[in-house]
C-alpha cells in the first residue's frame, strides 16, 4: 500500500515601477489646444494556492489483528483579482490660443508569483495474518507458457522486478523485464547439458547480487556458477566441477539457495548429504565449506534434514535459517552452527493434504512478519503459514493437479514482486503463473 504526501508552497513577488513622461510642444500659429491626462493602474493579481496535504499514519503488528489508518486532507483555494484600466481624456479648445502642449502619465504595478511544489512517497507492508482481506487473486494470470519454458524451477526478483528463471530441461536461465512478454536467455546454451563454463547439468536455484552478477546452482555438476557483469562464461565460486562428495568443498546435489543481507554468505542446500553448507560470496573452486545445519545422515529427528529443497535467510529479523525437508513433508527452522532445529510446520516424516500436512515442499518464502509461504509440491498448492502457527492457508491452487488459471500441477519455486503479487513456477503445466495480490 502506498500514501503519497504533496505539499505546494507559493511564494509572491511584488514589483511596483511608475513612471511619468511630459513633453511640451509650443507652436506659433493659432491651434486648437488640448490637454490629455491618462491614468492606467494594472491591479496587482495575487495567487494562493494551498495543495492537498495528506497524513497517514498505519501501525500494523504482527501479534496484533488491528490496522489503524487515519487521513487529512486539506483542500485548495484560490483567490484571484481581475486586472482594471481606466482612461479619463479631457479636452479644450479655443481660438486665440497660440500653443498646444500634452501630459500624459502612467502608473502601472506588476505582481509575478513563483510556486515550488515538494512530494513524498511512503510505503507501508501489510501484515496478511492480521488482515483478512489482505490476499490474492486465486486465478492466476500466465506470464510465460511453454512456448518459452520447459520445466521451470527456482524464480527470483530483483530490485527493479526483473523475473529471473530456471528452466531445468532447457539448461537455462532466462530473465523477464518488467511488463515484458518475452524472455531473453542469459546463461546456459540451450538443450545442451554439460560440464564447461558456458553449460549446466539440470540447473536449480538463482539468485542476482546488487552488483547484477548471477548465481546458479548447477545440480549434477555439483558446483555454483556465477555469472560477472553479464557473461555467458561461469566462474565456479563453490564445489568443484563433476566432483560429488561429502568433503566441506564438496557437494552432493544442489537445490535452492539463499544470501544473507549484506551479501557476504551463501547457504546451499546440499540435498543428497543432507546438510546445509554457507560459502563466501567471492570464494573460490576448492574452498571448503562450512557446515550450519544438517549433516547427521537423512532424518526426521531435530539433529537431521532430509533432502533439504528450499531455504531463506533473513538475518536482519530472524537468526533462524528456514528449510523445507523435501522427503522429511516437514519445514525446520535452524540456528546457522547449532547443532539442532525445530521443527515449525508439517509432521515430519508424514505426508498429508489437510491444513497442517505438507507433501514433499519445495520453494519457501519468508516474509517481513516472519510468515512462511510454502510451495506444497505434491498437493499442487500454495500454504501460508502464519507466524507460530501450524495452521496453512492456501492462498494458490485447490489441492488437485490441474492447468486451469484456479490449479496448479507440481509447483516448485516461489517469489514475490515489490508490489507483493505472487510468482510461482508451475513445473509440469510449464508455465510461470502471477497471483494478483487484491
Known amino acids: 500500500d502506498t500514501t503519497t504526501t504533496t505539499t505546494s508552497s507559493t511564494d509572491s513577488t511584488t514589483t511596483t515601477t511608475t ?5 511640451t ?16 493602474t494594472t491591479s496587482s493579481t495575487t495567487t494562493s494556492l494551498s495543495s492537498p496535504t495528506t497524513t497517514t499514519e498505519t501501525t500494523s503488528s504482527s501479534t496484533t489483528s488491528s490496522t489503524t489508518t487515519t487521513t487529512e ?23 486665440s490660443s497660440s500653443s498646444s502642449s500634452s501630459t500624459t502619465t502612467t502608473s502601472s504595478t506588476t505582481t509575478s508569483s513563483t510556486t515550488t511544489s515538494s512530494t513524498s512517497t511512503t510505503t507501508t507492508t501489510i501484515n496478511p495474518c492480521t488482515i483478512n482481506s489482505y490476499r490474492w487473486n486465486t486465478t492466476g494470470i500466465t506470464v510465460l507458457d511453454i512456448s518459452s519454458l520447459y520445466i521451470p524451477s527456482d524464480i ?51 539468485y542476482v547480487d546488487s552488483k547484477g552478477s548471477l548465481y546458479v546452482s548447477d545440480y549434477y555438476n555439483n558446483r555454483v556458477q556465477k555469472f560477472v557483469n553479464g557473461s555467458t562464461l561461469g566462474i565456479t565460486m563453490a564445489g568443484i566441477n563433476s566432483s560429488a562428495g561429502a568433503a566441506l568443498n564438496q557437494f552432493n546435489g544442489l537445490r535452492y539457495f539463499a544470501a544473507d543481507a549484506t551479501e557476504t554468505y551463501m547457504y546451499f542446500t546440499d540435498y543428497n548429504n543432507h546438510r546445509i553448507m554457507s560459502y563466501q560470496m567471492n570464494s573460490t573452486t576448492g574452498t571448503n565449506g562450512q557446515l550450519v545445519a544438517g549433516g547427521a545422515g537423512a532424518g526426521n529427528t531435530n539433529t537431521q534434514l532430509n533432502l533439504p529443497w528450499g531455504i531463506q535467510y533473513l ?25 539442532s532445529g525445530q521443527f515449525i510446520a508439517g509432521t515430519p516424516g508424514t505426508s498429508g493434504s489437510n491444513a497442517t500436512s505438507l507433501n514433499t515442499p519445495m520453494g519457501i518464502r519468508v516474509d517481513s512478519f516472519l510468515n512462511m509461504f510454502i510451495v506444497d509440491y505434491g498437493n499442487h498448492r500454495v500454504q501460508m503459514f502464519c507466524y507460530n502457527s501450524t495452521i496453512a492457508t492456501t492462498i494458490a491452487g485447490t489441492g488437485t493437479a490441474g492447468n486451469s488459471a484456479t490449479q496448479l500441477n507440481y509447483p516448485r519455486g516461489i517469489a514475490f514482486d515489490s508490489s507483493m503479487n505472487l510468482y510461482i513456477s508451475d513445473s509440469t503445466n510449464r508455465r510461470i503463473q502471477k497471483f494478483v495480490k487484491l
Do not use: C
Not at 19 to 23: A, K, R
Not at 30 to 37: G, I, P, R
Not at 88 to 94: E, F, L, Q
Open 19 to 23: 513612471s511619468t513622461d511630459t513633453t
Open 25 to 40: 510642444t509650443t507652436s506659433s500659429s493659432s491651434t486648437t489646444s488640448s490637454t490629455t491626462t491618462t491614468e492606467i
Open 73 to 95: 486532507t486539506a483542500s485548495s483555494s484560490t483567490t484571484t483579482t481581475t486586472p482594471s484600466t481606466t482612461t479619463t481624456t479631457t479636452s479644450s479648445s479655443s481660438s
Open 156 to 206: 527470483y526478483f530483483d530490485s527493479n522486478d526483473t523475473l529471473y528463471i530456471v528452466d531445468e530441461s532447457n539448461q537455462v536461465i532466462v530473465k523477464l523485464l518488467k511488463n515484458a512478454s518475452t524472455p531473453t536467455r542469459i546463461a546456459g546454451l540451450l538443450l545442451s547439458g554439460g560440464s564447461n563454463a558456458s553449460q549446466f547439468s539440470t540447473p536449480q536455484g538463482v
Open 315 to 339: 538475518p536482519t529479523i530472524s537468526n533462524y535459517l528456514y528449510i523445507t525437508n523435501n522427503n522429511g513433508h516437514s519445514v525446520m527452522r535452524w540456528i546457522p552452527g547449532a547443532s
